[in-house]
């Protein structure tokens, strides 16, 4: 398996950004992508997720109308389009994968994780 997050980059307050996560070691049933967040300091927390049959779509309260996932119509590609992005948003972001149903909130469930992309929202 193998998720490659992209997109990341350093943009002042209000700019947006798209985030972009592949798999390119699709071999085994997937039932969601989350997108989650780690910044200096805290504790890595849930920003959104999309089922990847059904696309029905999660967001932490934080995001909620300014972040919206989305994925291609293979499934392969999940993106995260960051929109009125706050100073708060600084993180480390990262993508992964969950094989099975459950809370797609709750990092513990997922099974593969890519590597982090930087996100850096100056004021």
């Known amino acids: 398996v193998q998720l490659q997050a992209s997109g990341g980059g350093l943009v002042q307050a209000g700019e947006s950004l798209r985030l972009s996560c592949a798999d390119s070691?699709?071999?085994?049933?997937?039932?969601?992508l989350g997108w989650f967040r780690q910044a200096p300091g805290k504790e890595r927390e849930f920003v959104a997720a999309?089922?990847?049959?059904?696309?029905?779509?999660y967001y932490h309260d934080s995001v909620k109308g300014r972040f919206t996932i989305s994925r291609d119509n293979a499934g392969n590609t999940v993106y995260l389009q960051m929109n009125s992005l706050k100073p708060e948003d600084t993180a480390v972001y990262y993508c992964?994968?969950?094989?099975?149903?459950?809370?797609?909130?709750?990092?513990?469930?997922?099974?593969?994780w890519g590597q982090g992309t930087q996100v850096t929202v100056s004021s």
């Open positions: 999309i089922t990847l049959s059904g696309g029905r779509t």
């Open positions: 070691g699709r071999t085994f049933s997937r039932y969601a």
């Open positions: 992964a994968i969950k094989r099975y149903s459950g809370n797609p909130s709750d990092n513990r469930q997922y099974d593969y």
